[in-house]
């Protein structure tokens, strides 16, 4: 995540990978999607939470994502608020959480950490629109450029150039 973070394109793909080791043939079943689309999907709900300031930074949004991407697939408008829309989000959440028990990716350990770091994540979120509303999460890069050994971003560029 960090090398994602950092503008390593290729890294969001070997996230997309975990997950889809994890939970297995679910995200397909569920939602739809191909790998490009989970990587897409995985971008879009991760990287505004690392790289935008604190202050525009919505861990709800991240948390209820996969629940529109459920409706959506579904064919629910997430926006209904009606009764029987609700209800039919309801169930199609549980059917993917059905699909997600029976895969075995319930109490995991990668189940585990994808928990605590969003737990983690609530707590940065907090305090940063609290002390920091106009700072990233990886607002300081050359720390984590440091903390890694390399630039991914810069990595990649040379890469590209031989």
């Given amino acids: 995540m960090i090398e994602a973070a950092l503008g390593d394109e290729t890294a969001w793909t070997d996230i997309a990978a975990v997950f889809k080791r994890n939970y297995g043939d679910v995200i397909e079943a569920a939602l739809g999607w191909d790998d490009d689309g989970l990587t897409a999907f995985i971008k879009m709900m991760i990287q505004p939470v690392l790289t935008q300031p604190f202050g525009q930074v919505s861990l709800a949004d991240l948390i209820l994502a996969p629940q529109r991407a459920v409706a959506e697939a579904s064919g629910i408008d997430p926006a209904d608020g009606s009764f029987k829309a609700r209800i039919q989000r309801l169930n199609e959440q549980r059917k993917a959480r059905k699909l997600v028990e029976t895969e075995g990716a319930v109490a995991t350990d990668f189940d585990r950490a994808t928990f605590l770091l969003s737990k983690q994540l609530m707590y940065f979120e907090r305090y940063g629109k609290m ?16 903390a890694l050994g390399h630039d991914p971003a810069a990595a990649k560029t040379d890469d590209a150039g031989q």
């Fill in 131 to 146: 002390y920091m509303r106009d700072v990233s999460l990886f607002d300081d890069r050359e720390f984590f450029v440091t």
